[in-house]
């Protein structure tokens, strides 16, 4: 196999076409090419004058010693499995999100058939609850944008960027590429499947499950766990399962099995997290912002990642979304939360980003692991109350955020929100230290992205599940203080996104395979 790195392209080209150029230019003979792939392919456009796409190929030929001016690598195997699993109990996952599921394709992938368990309904039915709590302001609190089938990342844009490091990491694209996503997510450097594919791709994985002895239960919520010598128990809604193998994937907002875990003595921490509001601004400017007005190539929408550190917090934006909406995010009555989502195309007028300031476990007095949650619980509630107490979220523009006086208008940029929005003054409700730093922040950013701190500029409240304000503690064989138990993904404190969230439910399910 030969790699070849770092070449760059001035033009938008097709595969057959980049693949012809990249032959010709390192003088490799077609005749002996067995394989030709896209290992990466990101933008440069530091220099604005100067945009371009940089790539890196690995070429398989028949007979490398050929071509010794070009670096040769090994070919990279998928780290085997050793499967010791012997029980006649099948190993159950509560939550159908992206560390359930991949948990689940494991299982399946090496002969054992699990039950997964989802308080949520199917995609299908999901998406009209959804749509009728855009539309209408009614919730279902058993299913929306935080619970069903997908978990939180289904209606968000699909992102699979992710800071760690793990082999495992190809094994999920080529899963996401085997059921449907995009071929380009293989080697983007910011791959994303957006929400129209996601809901497609969760259609194929349910059946493949399925069609191999998985077995799925929506719309059943665990209400009770307990054990008997090595035999666990999980109490429903819908009828009681026993297991001796018991994967919690439960998401970053559910609340009551938080509490009702903790109430059966599952050990559990405090954990740092963050809370703030979406930001959003023109996708035209960002645009002219990341790429300049000089390049001819046909970009995608543009995106940024941006951080300020102050002298005691810090401000950074999270889950950017280019030409995407902000979504009405809520899984509780009486409370407003947000979130970002953007289809494939990403191809709406407005960009959004969470702006987010880092809360620590030492800003809560005493010792209650749930401190975060109940902080979490008590700023929805305050954005409910200043949005009407009708379902529509605070809004505000960025010039009267900074200068702490309510919006009585809307300029150039409009709120994607739905059901509605109410003009509000933010500082009203989010705690000092959040504020200030938040207001800190934008001004920074505006050094950096020319018109981010634009006074027409949206902030919608509040952003409050960019992650989950518990870990519940495991051990390294990944289970809980409890035997058995498995922890696992984002909602338990081990991830924080859909990739690594996916890594981490494939090795729990590793784990219990091994055992």
Same mark, same amino acid.
């Given at each position: 196999?030969?790699?070849?790195?770092?070449?760059?392209?001035?033009?938008?080209?097709?595969?057959?076409?980049?693949?012809?150029?990249?032959?010709?230019?390192?003088?490799?003979?077609?005749?002996?090419?067995?394989?030709?792939?896209?290992?990466?392919?990101?933008?440069?456009?530091?220099?604005?004058?100067?945009?371009?796409?940089?790539?890196?190929?690995?070429?398989?030929?028949?007979?490398?010693?050929?071509?010794?001016?070009?670096?040769?690598?090994?070919?990279?195997?998928?780290?085997?499995?050793?499967?010791?699993?012997?029980?006649?109990?099948?190993?159950?996952?509560?939550?159908?999100?992206?560390?359930?599921?991949?948990?689940?394709?494991?299982?399946?992938?090496?002969?054992?058939?699990?039950?997964?368990?989802?308080?949520?309904?199917?995609?299908?039915?999901?998406?009209?609850?959804?749509?009728?709590?855009?539309?209408?302001?009614?919730?279902?609190?058993?299913?929306?944008?935080?619970?069903?089938?997908?978990?939180?990342?289904?209606?968000?844009?699909?992102?699979?960027?992710?800071?760690?490091?793990?082999?495992?990491?190809?094994?999920?694209?080529?899963?996401?590429?085997?059921?449907?996503?995009?071929?380009?997510?293989?080697?983007?450097?910011?791959?994303?499947?957006?929400?129209?594919?996601?809901?497609?791709?969760?259609?194929?994985?349910?059946?493949?499950?399925?069609?191999?002895?998985?077995?799925?239960?929506?719309?059943?919520?665990?209400?009770?766990?307990?054990?008997?010598?090595?035999?666990?128990?999980?109490?429903?809604?819908?009828?009681?399962?026993?297991?001796?193998?018991?994967?919690?994937?439960?998401?970053?907002?559910?609340?009551?099995?938080?509490?009702?875990?903790?109430?059966?003595?599952?050990?559990?921490?405090?954990?740092?997290?963050?809370?703030?509001?979406?930001?959003?601004? #023109?996708?035209?400017? +960002?645009?002219? &912002?990341?790429?300049?007005? !000089? *390049?001819?190539? $046909? @970009?995608?929408?543009?995106?940024?990642?941006?951080?300020?550190?102050?002298?005691?917090?810090?401000?950074?934006?999270?889950?950017?979304?280019?030409?995407?909406?902000?979504?009405?995010?809520?899984?509780?009555?009486?409370?407003?939360?947000?979130?970002?989502?953007?289809?494939?195309?990403?191809?709406?007028?407005?960009?959004?980003?969470?702006?987010?300031?880092?809360?620590?476990?030492?800003?809560?007095?005493?010792?209650?692991?749930?401190?975060?949650?109940?902080?979490?619980?008590?700023?929805?509630?305050?954005?409910?109350?200043?949005?009407?107490?009708?379902?529509?979220?605070?809004?505000?523009?960025?010039?009267?955020?900074?200068?702490?006086?309510?919006?009585? #208008?809307?300029?150039? +940029?409009?709120? &994607?929100?739905?059901?509605? !929005? *109410?003009?509000? $003054? @933010?500082?009203?409700?989010?705690?000092?230290?959040?504020?200030?730093?938040?207001?800190?922040?934008?001004?920074?950013?505006?050094?950096?992205?020319?018109?981010?701190?634009?006074?027409?500029?949206?902030?919608?409240?509040?952003?409050?599940?960019?992650?989950?304000?518990?870990?519940?503690?495991?051990?390294?064989?990944?289970?809980?203080?409890?035997?058995?138990?498995?922890?696992?993904?984002?909602?338990?404190?081990?991830?924080?996104?859909?990739?690594?969230?996916?890594?981490?439910?494939?090795?729990?399910?590793?784990?219990?395979?091994?055992?």
């Amino acid at each position: 196999m030969l790699r070849i790195d770092n070449v760059k392209i001035y033009e938008d080209l097709d595969k057959d076409s980049l693949r012809l150029k990249v032959l010709k230019k390192n003088k490799i003979s077609e005749k002996d090419v067995l394989l030709f792939e896209i290992v990466k392919k990101s933008i440069d456009a530091r220099d604005k004058k100067n945009v371009h796409y940089n790539y890196s190929f690995n070429i398989k030929v028949k007979d490398d010693c050929k071509y010794p001016n070009i670096k040769s690598i090994a070919e990279v195997e998928e780290p085997s499995i050793t499967k010791l699993r012997n029980s006649q109990y099948r190993p159950i996952i509560v939550g159908a999100g992206p560390a359930g599921l991949f948990c689940a394709l494991t299982f399946i992938d090496n002969g054992i058939k699990p039950i997964i368990i989802e308080q949520g309904s199917s995609v299908d039915e999901r998406i009209s609850f959804v749509e009728e709590y855009k539309t209408t302001g009614k919730l279902n609190e058993m299913c929306n944008v935080q619970f069903g089938e997908g978990g939180a990342g289904t209606f968000s844009d699909g992102k699979l960027t992710t800071g760690i490091h793990s082999p495992l990491i190809k094994k999920v694209l080529d899963y996401f590429y085997k059921f449907g996503a995009p071929e380009e997510i293989l080697y983007l450097s910011k791959p994303h499947i957006g929400t129209d594919n996601l809901i497609n791709i969760l259609r194929n994985i349910r059946s493949y499950i399925e069609s191999n002895g998985g077995n799925y239960y929506f719309e059943t919520k665990m209400t009770n766990v307990t054990k008997d010598n090595s035999i666990i128990t999980v109490e429903t809604n819908n009828g009681v399962f026993k297991t001796d193998a018991l994967v919690l994937a439960i998401g970053h907002s559910a609340r009551d099995t938080f509490k009702m875990l903790f109430d059966k003595n599952i050990e559990m921490v405090r954990k740092n997290f963050s809370v703030g509001v979406r930001v959003e601004h #023109k996708q035209s400017m +960002i645009n002219d &912002s990341q790429y300049g007005t !000089y *390049t001819k190539l $046909n @970009l995608p929408p543009a995106e940024y990642k941006l951080a300020y550190h102050g002298d005691n917090r810090s401000c950074y934006t999270f889950c950017m979304c280019p030409g995407g909406e902000v979504i009405a995010s809520a899984s509780e009555k009486e409370a407003i939360v947000t979130n970002g989502m953007s289809v494939f195309k990403r191809d709406k007028e407005n960009a959004n980003a969470a702006l987010l300031v880092n809360v620590l476990t030492t800003d809560f007095e005493g010792e209650d692991p749930l401190a975060g949650l109940y902080f979490q619980e008590e700023l929805e509630h305050k954005a409910f109350v200043l949005g009407g107490s009708n379902y529509n979220a605070p809004v505000q523009r960025v010039e009267d955020f900074i200068n702490n006086v309510p919006s009585t #208008k809307i300029g150039s +940029i409009v709120p &994607s929100y739905k059901p509605g !929005y *109410t003009l509000c $003054n @933010l500082n009203d409700i989010l705690p000092d230290f959040v504020s200030k730093t938040l207001k800190e922040g934008i001004l920074s950013f505006d050094k950096k992205i020319k018109g981010f701190a634009n006074p027409d500029a949206i902030l919608t409240g509040v952003e409050t599940r960019s992650s989950s304000p518990v870990t519940i503690v495991r051990n390294e064989n990944l289970m809980s203080n409890i035997e058995g138990i498995y922890p696992c993904g984002e909602g338990a404190g081990y991830a924080g996104g859909i990739t690594s969230a996916a890594v981490d439910g494939i090795k729990v399910a590793i784990n219990i395979i091994e055992r």
